[in-house]
Nanobody, 127 residues
Framework: QVQLVESGGGLVQHGGSLRLSCAASGVAFGSYTVGWFRQAPGKEREFVAGINWGATGTKYVDSVKGRFAISRDDAKNTVDLQMNNLKPEDTAVYYC????????????????????WGQGTLVTVSS
């Protein structure tokens, strides 16, 4: 059974850090571009960061550049999102998604077409 499972969410203070992890099972994760999206209450889903298969490229939404870093460990079938200097506006449910046929650069344009999605993990940043 193919499955993506996110972990690492929680409550953190403004300026704090969290590390999210997306673990894949039933699939060779190394062949996939993987991205992180988030959805805050009352808002639309937003692309946050993506990393190509083979870590050949990454992309970030402007609001997280310099604060978030995406990385992958294909031996462990995981993709992590290190989030530093968190702000209250980062509060959202964070989802990972994966697809073999898109690049990180294009991922934010086609979220509805991405092959695999996790169930999400909640990140809450207090002010």
């Amino acid at each position: 059974q193919v499955q993506l499972v996110e972990s690492g969410g929680g409550l953190v203070q403004h300026g704090g850090s969290l590390r999210l992890s997306c673990a894949a099972s039933g699939v060779a994760f190394g062949s996939y571009t993987v991205g992180w999206f988030r959805q805050a209450p009352g808002k639309e889903r937003e692309f946050v960061a993506g990393i190509n298969w083979g870590a050949t490229g990454t992309k970030y939404v402007d609001s997280v550049k310099g604060r978030f870093a995406i990385s992958r460990d294909d031996a462990k079938n995981t993709v992590d999102l290190q989030m530093n200097n968190l702000k209250p506006e980062d509060t959202a449910v964070y989802y990972c998604a994966a697809d073999k046929h898109v690049t990180a650069r294009a991922m934010d344009a086609v979220p509805g077409l991405l092959e695999l999605w996790g169930q999400g993990t909640l990140v809450t940043v207090s002010s």
